[in-house]
Nanobody
């Protein structure tokens, strides 16, 4: 069993910052790509940012220059530093990780429970 536990969401004023964290625990052989997604009510979940085990990053256009994704492989943790937050960033953010539980096992997608970010005007 693998669990992803997120933390760091909350309420912030426009222009402020928040840092999300997500820790993976359980039976883990290797964690490949980790990422953050977000989902507004009635809309599809969309990629915010991702980072490979080697440190390659990818960002959605709407967060480029404002958000930074990073990871600590020794702690099985991925972070999302969110700066210059806007009211339209108000959604639930989900952590995702592609994890192999043993040698030869396939990558499995795991998701966190979601953390609410609210940006006030």
């Amino acid at each position: 069993q693998v669990q992803l536990v997120e933390s760091g969401g909350g309420l912030v004023q426009a222009g402020g910052s928040l840092r999300l964290s997500c820790v993976a625990s359980g039976i883990i052989f290797r964690i490949n790509t980790m990422g953050w997604y977000r989902q507004a009510p009635g809309k599809q979940r969309e990629l915010v940012a991702s980072i490979t085990s080697g440190g390659e990053t990818k960002y959605a256009d709407f967060v480029k220059g404002r958000f930074t994704i990073s990871r600590d492989n020794g702690k099985n943790t991925v972070y999302l530093q969110m700066n210059s937050l806007k009211p339209e960033d108000t959604v639930v953010y989900y952590c995702n990780a592609q994890i192999r539980s043993s040698w030869g096992s396939p990558n499995v997608d795991y998701w966190g429970q979601g953390t609410q970010v609210t940006v006030s005007t």
